[in-house]
């Protein structure tokens, strides 16, 4: 991991934890709902982007 992608997953991770506090002030509940929905979509990212650097892994490694 180089430096822009740290910071990318220290802002992604301090944005998520703002929105999650600011919905739970409000309901406790819906901050519970906005954290679950929250993380799930940063599984899927975090997979997709897994799934990408593999791909390009690959490529490299073909000849030619």
């Known amino acids: 991991m180089n430096k822009l992608e740290i910071a990318a ?5 301090l944005g998520f ?3 999650v506090a600011g919905v739970a002030l409000i309901s406790h509940a819906a901050g519970l709902i906005v ?5 799930l979509a940063w599984a ?4 997709k ?4 650097r593999a791909a390009v892994r690959a490529a490299d ?3 030619g």
């Open 9 to 13: 997953a220290l802002v992604g991770l």
């Open 61 to 63: 490694r073909q000849p």
């Open 44 to 47: 899927w990212r975090a997979e």
């Open 49 to 52: 982007a897994a799934g990408v």
């Open 17 to 19: 934890v703002a929105l």
């Open 35 to 39: 954290a679950g929905v929250c993380l």
